[in-house]
């Protein structure tokens, strides 16, 4: 059966439906991911100590956030002490000493960024594919692409000051006047495009991801819709395309997120102790930096925990946020039959 040669009539969903389904899927996204990031983070703080200055990137599964080591001694969540053999030893001495909320530390602060950020970027996307589609056809390929560019590129560019804020906030405790303070001070000294700095890394990777991401998405959710005989995807057939999809994006842009995250920790560095930026951080210059040292491998440096992360976090955001949706459906559906 073709989903395209006719069938049912399709019940859209508004986009404050659309919103509530993104922002149930990322917070499920972010409880399922989270506890992968903190073994690691865990991990990596045994086998090298943090010191207190030093930057380390947290994941909650939506966003790559960037954390600074503030407290001496072993207080922070990332400093206790566990003597962990590998993960599933860390994941069970983490929950038996610790207990089970310990798997989800630093994770509330993120979602302040986070779920703002995803419900724009969905929302957005599902909102310029239906206008697109209806102005130049349901069966043209290249709108997933437009779409998840622009959704992207938007989303990227409204929460970049916002997470550089909360990264100031986070390592230098201001209070509010301060941080009003910081930010004047910033932008009169170095303009307003100083908010966005560490941009162009970010764009660079989560744009292309975006596009490969929502082709290949409706690509295969389309093939297997019509495998099955189906007009709409099931939960399965959702999860499934966003697993793969993920996939197939996290590898083909990893040599961006491996500069991305040395751009940040870099940047991070040097505005810490006062010193002036220079040239050869540029995004370009830290790739050649990098192929030059480690070769052509080390743009692809931590392929596998990527695509551990990567995967399980499209495919849980993806069939939420789409279960989300065929709810609101059904539930509008009703509606229009009472009316």
Same mark, same amino acid.
């Not at 990137?57 to 400093?79: I, P, Q, R």
């Not at 102790?273 to 931590?302: D, E």
């Given at each position: 059966?073709?989903?395209?040669?006719?069938?049912?009539?399709?019940?859209?969903?508004?986009?404050? +439906?659309?919103?509530?389904?993104?922002?149930?899927?990322?917070?499920?996204?972010?409880?399922?991911?989270?506890?992968?990031?903190?073994?690691?983070?865990?991990?990596?703080?045994?086998?090298?100590?943090?010191?207190?200055?030093?930057?380390?990137?947290?994941?909650?599964?939506?966003?790559? @956030?960037?954390?600074?080591?503030?407290?001496?001694?072993?207080?922070?969540?990332?400093?206790?002490?566990?003597?962990?053999?590998?993960?599933?030893?860390?994941?069970?001495?983490?929950?038996?000493?610790?207990?089970?909320?310990?798997?989800?530390?630093?994770?509330?602060?993120?979602?302040?960024?986070?779920?703002?950020?995803?419900?724009?970027? &969905?929302?957005?996307?599902?909102?310029?594919?239906?206008?697109?589609?209806?102005? &130049?056809?349901?069966?043209?390929?290249?709108?997933?692409?437009?779409?998840?560019?622009?959704?992207?590129?938007?989303?990227?560019?409204?929460?970049?000051?916002?997470?550089?804020?909360?990264?100031?906030?986070?390592?230098?405790?201001?209070?509010?006047?301060?941080? @009003?303070?910081?930010?004047?001070?910033?932008?009169?000294?170095?303009?307003?495009?100083?908010?966005?700095?560490?941009?162009?890394?970010?764009?660079?990777?989560?744009?292309?991801?975006?596009?490969?991401?929502?082709?290949?998405?409706?690509?295969? =959710? =389309?093939?297997?819709?019509?495998?099955?005989?189906?007009?709409?995807?099931?939960?399965?057939?959702?999860?499934?395309?966003?697993?793969?999809?993920?996939?197939?994006?996290?590898?083909?842009?990893?040599?961006?997120?491996?500069?991305?995250?040395?751009?940040?920790?870099?940047?991070?560095?040097?505005?810490? @102790?006062?010193?002036?930026?220079?040239?050869?951080?540029?995004?370009?210059?830290?790739?050649?930096?990098?192929?030059? =040292?480690?070769?052509?491998?080390?743009?692809?440096?931590?392929?596998?925990?990527?695509?551990?992360?990567?995967?399980?976090?499209?495919?849980?955001?993806?069939?939420?946020?789409?279960?989300?949706?065929? &709810?609101?459906? =059904? +539930?509008?559906?009703?509606?229009? +039959?009472?009316?």
């Amino acid at each position: 059966m073709d989903p395209e040669a006719g069938g049912p009539q399709i019940i859209k969903v508004t986009p404050l +439906q659309q919103m509530l389904a993104s922002c149930t899927g990322a917070i499920l996204t972010s409880l399922m991911v989270t506890p992968l990031d903190v073994v690691k983070i865990r991990l990596q703080a045994q086998n090298s100590p943090f010191s207190k200055g030093k930057c380390f990137v947290y994941s909650n599964g939506l966003m790559d @956030h960037l954390c600074v080591c503030e407290e001496e001694g072993n207080k922070a969540w990332y400093k206790k002490p566990g003597c962990f053999r590998g993960t599933l030893d860390a994941f069970l001495k983490i929950i038996r000493n610790e207990g089970m909320k310990s798997l989800w530390s630093g994770l509330p602060p993120t979602l302040v960024m986070a779920v703002p950020a995803t419900v724009i970027y &969905f929302t957005c996307y599902d909102q310029l594919t239906d206008l697109l589609r209806r102005k &130049f056809g349901e069966n043209q390929s290249y709108i997933p692409v437009v779409a998840g560019i622009v959704a992207r590129f938007g989303a990227v560019t409204v929460i970049s000051p916002l997470e550089l804020i909360r990264t100031n906030m986070q390592s230098k405790k201001f209070s509010y006047k301060e941080l @009003h303070q910081f930010v004047s001070k910033r932008v009169s000294e170095d303009g307003w495009i100083s908010l966005w700095r560490g941009w162009a890394p970010t764009v660079l990777r989560d744009v292309p991801f975006s596009a490969m991401y929502w082709y290949n998405y409706e690509v295969l =959710k =389309k093939w297997l819709c019509e495998k099955s005989g189906l007009y709409e995807p099931t939960f399965i057939i959702s999860f499934t395309s966003g697993a793969l999809s993920g996939s197939f994006a996290a590898v083909a842009t990893l040599p961006f997120d491996v500069v991305k995250t040395q751009k940040q920790t870099q940047l991070w560095m040097y505005e810490s @102790h006062k010193m002036s930026v220079p040239l050869h951080l540029s995004t370009w210059a830290i790739m050649k930096n990098i192929v030059a =040292k480690n070769g052509f491998s080390g743009l692809f440096t931590g392929l596998i925990p990527r695509l551990i992360k990567i995967a399980p976090a499209c495919a849980i955001m993806i069939s939420t946020y789409e279960f989300g949706k065929a &709810f609101f459906q =059904k +539930q509008n559906a009703q509606k229009q +039959q009472y009316q």
